[in-house]
């Protein structure tokens, strides 16, 4: 769909005025009867080189090295550890969600003993990530041992 000079001059200002891409698509079904898709409006947008005011903010996703080094480690041999309570400071726990986090395999969350949780997933390229709570944070080194062994638990529980 082709929209005219003054038309295509009025999205521009809208632009400017700070009207969110969303808006714009009303606005063009409003004052002009031209219909078109939230995709549609975004490729507008796009070739008349204007940048609108809602842009999407990608989530911010760590891989496991910058978190915890080996997350995935072998731990063949090692004596099992009792779980313990998720959320509870001084514990360290993971626990798995019922239903895997969008585009994971499997998904859920670390607590560690400084009572931070992060989340972890699995892509479906078999990469373990996670989520830090905030950016920047450390775990506990001291807690990386016992996570990796309750990780591989979790995983074989899941049938990984």
Avoid: C, H
């Avoid at 969008?102 to 931070?116: C, L, M, R, T």
């Amino acid at each position: 769909m082709q929209l005219t000079e003054e038309q295509k001059t009025k999205v521009a200002e809208w632009i400017a005025n700070g009207m969110r891409l969303s808006e714009i698509q009303e606005r063009l079904g409003t004052e002009w009867d031209v219909r078109m898709t939230y995709m549609e409006a975004r490729m507008l947008v796009d070739d008349l080189k204007l940048l609108p005011q809602d842009p999407i903010e990608p989530e911010v996703v760590k891989p496991a090295e910058d978190i915890a080094e080996d997350i995935a480690a072998d731990v063949a041999g090692e004596p099992a550890l009792e779980e313990q309570a998720p959320g509870t400071p001084g514990q360290v726990s993971v626990t798995s969600d019922t239903l895997a986090r969008p585009g994971s395999v499997a998904s859920g969350k670390v607590n560690f003993s400084d009572g931070q949780q992060v989340a972890w997933f699995l892509d479906q390229m078999g990469q373990m990530r996670m989520v830090p709570p905030t950016p920047g944070y450390k775990p506990p080194q001291e807690d990386m041992e016992q996570v990796n062994q309750l990780m591989e638990r979790e995983f074989q529980r899941l049938g990984f």
